[in-house]
Nanobody, 115 residues
Framework: QVQLVESGGGLVQPGGSLRLSCAAS????????MGWYRQAPGKQRELVAA???????NYLHSVKGRFTISRDNAKNTVYLQMNSLNPEDTAVYYC?????????WGQGTQVTVSS
């Protein structure tokens, strides 16, 4: 059984920053990919950023240069540093763990960018 617990969402003004964290517990294999997805009202869930166990990363084009994903393998934790936030970044952000061809999801954390 795998559990993902997210934290760090909230309300921030345009141009501000937030840092999301996601801690995984349970049976975690050394080879995996962790990532963040988001879903805005009326839109499909989309991949924001992902990082492999070898620290290879990929980002949604619209967040490149503003968001940074990182991980601490010893803590089975993934982070998403979000800078220069704008209202279009408003969404529920979900943590994801992909291992052994199976996806695991966190409960989601709301990020709202508004003045």
């Amino acid at each position: 059984q795998v559990q993902l617990v997210e934290s760090g969402g909230g309300l921030v003004q345009p141009g501000g920053s937030l840092r999301l964290s996601c801690a995984a517990s349970g049976i975690i294999f050394s080879i995996n990919t962790m990532g963040w997805y988001r879903q805005a009202p009326g839109k499909q869930r989309e991949l924001v950023a992902a990082i492999t166990n070898t620290d290879s990363t990929n980002y949604l084009h619209s967040v490149k240069g503003r968001f940074t994903i990182s991980r601490d393998n010893a803590k089975n934790t993934v982070y998403l540093q979000m800078n220069s936030l704008n209202p279009e970044d408003t969404a529920v952000y979900y943590c994801n763990l992909l291992q052994e061809r199976r996806d695991y999801w966190g409960q989601g954390t709301q990020v709202t960018v508004s003045s």
